[in-house]
């Protein structure tokens, strides 16, 4: 018998070294991984707060931007209401408070709905009106009063052919509607300040009207029949939003003409700053605040911009050298918008505020007066946009427009859209 024995190979394993080398090397492995998670994580999620924060920004531009465009559409010099005081005051269409609220400003904007309108019309040797001669304005004749209701507040605006090439001219006043008749052809505008809905707009013989009435029926010339239009106002500024106090921009849709500040809403939270420039062409001016070379026209950023503010009040200001836009006609408006997070955020914060003045001419630029403010220890991200709007429906020719002014300098691309921390 032949018996075999076979050889028993010994098997090895991992010694406690080995495994422990190896549990380091997974350990460095996963925290490297980690690591590298919770970084991107945080980059992730700091550029969703850059994507909010430039949608808000870009949300309120447009806005705002198209309210300014339409500025003074049919109101190109202002319009009498009862409103804010004095009926026979006029109210320019475009309205500034500097500093209104922590050195942020306050704009107002005016002007016609032209969708929603009717023509005044004569019945016959009738007049188109009810009131100049008694003294007190009932109503008015028109052609299709059908878009109107009780309530609405309507701008009675009728086209003023003054000869001036350069500015296209109309007398307006504001009033509100009580009914509309059957027809359609009349509408009746209330004569009572006893509290009803839109009657604050109206006097009791609603003087604010007369004068455009009288012109309208005094006129035989097709083109200075007057016209009705919806009116329009809004208001914006900087304030805290609601019980939450968190700053927020606040819009206001009667346009706040009789300056309560009542009436606002919320358009959108984590916004800290409005700041307003306006240009304005000052015909035959040599007058140069701004320092560009041009004293026809200049940039509005301080509390020149505040209309009849030591200026002459009721709508016939003094012509001063720090005042002197008063007599002219604005072309441009210049907004800037600062949002910032509304929590402290992980990375790098911004540590500067954008400045939108420009030193030495802190009153006289095209940006504001607001300097930069640190705010590092706030742990925030801020971000902000300046733009320059052209204020078209003002009815000013071309020789008040950047095509003639600033032929040296390329301002097509002068908007500034910045979503990057100023620091």
């Known amino acids: 018998m032949i018996t075999m024995v076979g050889s028993v190979q010994r098997e090895k394993g991992m010694t406690l070294i080995e495994l422990l080398v190896a549990m380091v090397i997974s350990g460095l492995l996963m925290g490297f991984v980690f690591t590298l998670f919770a970084q991107m994580s945080v980059a992730y999620k700091g550029q969703g707060k850059k994507s909010e924060l430039a949608?808000?920004?870009?949300?309120?531009k447009h806005m705002i931007m198209k309210d300014v465009i339409n500025a003074g559409n049919r109101v190109t010099v202002g319009f009498k209401t009862n409103v804010g005081g004095n009926a026979l005051d006029v109210q320019p269409p475009i309205q500034v408070v500097n500093d209104f609220y922590n050195g942020t400003d306050l704009l107002k904007i005016f002007y016609a709905d032209t969708r929603q309108q009717a023509m005044i019309t004569r019945e016959g040797t009738s007049p188109a009106t009810y009131g100049p001669n008694q003294n007190t304005i009932r109503f008015v004749n028109v052609d299709d009063g059908e878009d109107f209701a009780a309530g609405d507040v309507v701008v009675i605006s009728r086209y003023y052919p003054d000869g001036n090439k350069d500015h296209i001219v109309y007398d307006a006043c504001v009033l509100a509607v009580s009914s509309v008749s059957g027809d359609g052809k009349r509408i009746y505008f209330r004569t009572s300040?006893?509290?009803?809905?839109?009657?604050?707009?109206?006097?009791?013989?609603?003087?604010?009207?007369q004068e455009v009435f009288q012109k309208i029926e005094?006129?035989?010339?097709?083109?200075?029949?007057?016209?009705?239009?919806?009116?329009?106002?809004?208001?914006?500024?900087?304030?805290?939003?609601g019980t939450s106090g968190a700053m927020a921009l606040l819009y206001s849709d009667t346009g706040d003409l009789e300056g309560t500040g009542a009436g606002y809403q919320v358009a959108g939270v984590g916004f800290s700053d409005l700041q307003i420039a306006m240009r304005y062409f000052e015909n035959s001016d040599v007058y140069d605040p701004?320092?560009?070379?041009?004293?026809?026209?200049?940039?509005?950023s301080g509390e020149q911009l505040e209309?009849?503010?030591?200026?002459?009040?009721?709508?016939?200001?003094?012509?001063?050298?720090?005042?002197?836009?008063?007599?002219?006609?604005?072309?441009?408006?210049s907004l800037s918008l600062v949002v910032r997070s509304l929590n402290e955020v992980r990375g790098v914060p911004t540590k500067f505020t954008p400045t939108l003045t420009v030193q030495n001419k802190n009153n006289f630029n095209r940006f504001g007066d607001r300097d930069k403010i640190d705010v590092s220890q706030e742990k925030r991200r801020y971000r902000h946009f300046s733009t320059m709007l052209d204020i078209r429906s003002m009815g000013v020719n071309?020789?008040?427009?950047?095509?003639?002014?600033?032929?040296?300098?390329?301002?097509?691309?002068?908007?500034?859209?910045?979503?990057a921390p100023v620091n």
């Open 218 to 241: 005094s006129d035989t010339i097709d083109q200075s029949v007057g016209m009705v239009y919806k009116f329009v106002g809004r208001a914006y500024r900087i304030g805290p939003a």
């Open 55 to 60: 949608q808000s920004l870009m949300a309120a």
């Open 193 to 209: 300040i006893n509290g009803t809905a839109g009657a604050n707009y109206n006097t009791s013989t609603n003087v604010n009207c």
């Open 398 to 419: 071309s020789k008040g427009t950047y095509t003639d002014i600033d032929s040296q300098q390329d301002v097509s691309n002068w908007e500034v859209e910045n979503f």
């Open 290 to 300: 701004d320092g560009d070379g041009d004293g026809e026209r200049d940039w509005y």
């Open 307 to 333: 209309y009849a503010k030591n200026c002459g009040g009721t709508g016939q200001p003094v012509v001063t050298n720090t005042c002197r836009h008063y007599a002219g006609i604005p072309t441009h408006l």
